[in-house]
């Protein structure tokens, strides 16, 4: 059965950091590109990064670009997000999401396992 958990989430001001963690279990991590997205209420789910199987090709959403930054350490099975300067327009659930295959994808339908997401919360 597989599982991602996140943590890392909470209450922050704006300018603050958070780092987020998500920790996979009975999947062949290393296999698998992995994402980080999020949904605010009454918004479509968006993929904020994206990390292929061994690191070599990232994807970041235009709005976070210099500010948040992916990461995994496959022999941890785990994907981290670095969010730093963050701002009120980045408050939603994030969800941690592996991939069907190790190479990036962009959509929701490319990634097969999701987590229980974790809040954001950013205030001004």
């Known amino acids: 059965q597989v599982q991602l958990v996140e943590s890392g989430g909470g209450l922050v001001q704006a300018g603050g950091s958070l780092r987020l963690s998500c920790g996979a279990s009975?999947?062949?991590?290393?296999?698998?590109?992995m994402g980080w997205f999020r949904q605010a209420p009454g918004k479509e789910r968006e993929l904020v990064a994206a990390i292929s199987w061994n690191s070599g090709s990232t994807y970041y959403l235009d709005s976070v670009k210099g500010r948040f930054t992916i990461s995994r350490d496959n022999a941890k099975k785990t994907v981290f997000l670095q969010m730093n300067s963050l701002k009120p327009e980045d408050t939603a659930v994030y969800y941690c999401a592996a991939g069907r295959r190790g190479g990036i994808g962009t959509m929701t339908t490319e990634y097969d396992y999701w987590g229980q997401g974790t809040q954001v919360t950013v205030a001004s």
């Open positions: 009975g999947l062949i991590f290393s296999a698998h590109a």
